[in-house]
C-alpha cells in the first residue's frame, strides 16, 4: 500500500498547476504550497508539509469532517463545522500575512 501511494505520489508530482496569481502578478496567493504540501503528506513528509503549507491540518481536519458528516450524523455538526471553518480560515490568514512579511 505505502508503495502505491508513493508511485500515486510521484505522478502526482508532474501534473501540478502553477499559482496563476503568481505567474501573472508576481506575488504568491493564500493557497499558494497547498499542492506541494499534499503531495508531501503522501510522501510521509508531516513537518515539511507543515512548513510549506501550515494551515494543511486544519483544512484536512475540515475535510475529513465535511466527509464523515456525510455518513454519521453528529449532534453539534454545525458548530463543529463553523468553528473548524474558522480555524482554517484563520490558519491560512495568519500564514499568508506571515509569509508576505507583514506579520511578524
Do not use: D, W
Not at 501511494?5 to 496563476?20: D, G, N, Q, R, V
Not at 504550497?33 to 508531516?46: D, K, P
Not at 466527509?67 to 495568519?94: C, P, Y
Amino acid at each position: 500500500m505505502y508503495l502505491q501511494l508513493t508511485i500515486f505520489s510521484l505522478s502526482l508530482k508532474e501534473y501540478m498547476l502553477p499559482c496563476l496569481n503568481k505567474k501573472l502578478f508576481g506575488v504568491e496567493c493564500p493557497g499558494c504550497g497547498m499542492q506541494r504540501s499534499v503531495h508531501l503528506l503522501l510522501q510521509g513528509e508531516f513537518m515539511e508539509a507543515f512548513k510549506m503549507y501550515p494551515a494543511i491540518y486544519p483544512l484536512m481536519l475540515l475535510l475529513v469532517f465535511l466527509v464523515s458528516t456525510i455518513f454519521v450524523k453528529f449532534r453539534f455538526a454545525s458548530q463543529i463545522k463553523l468553528i473548524l471553518m474558522l480555524t482554517t480560515a484563520g490558519a491560512i490568514l495568519v500564514s499568508y500575512l506571515i509569509k508576505m512579511n507583514i506579520l511578524f
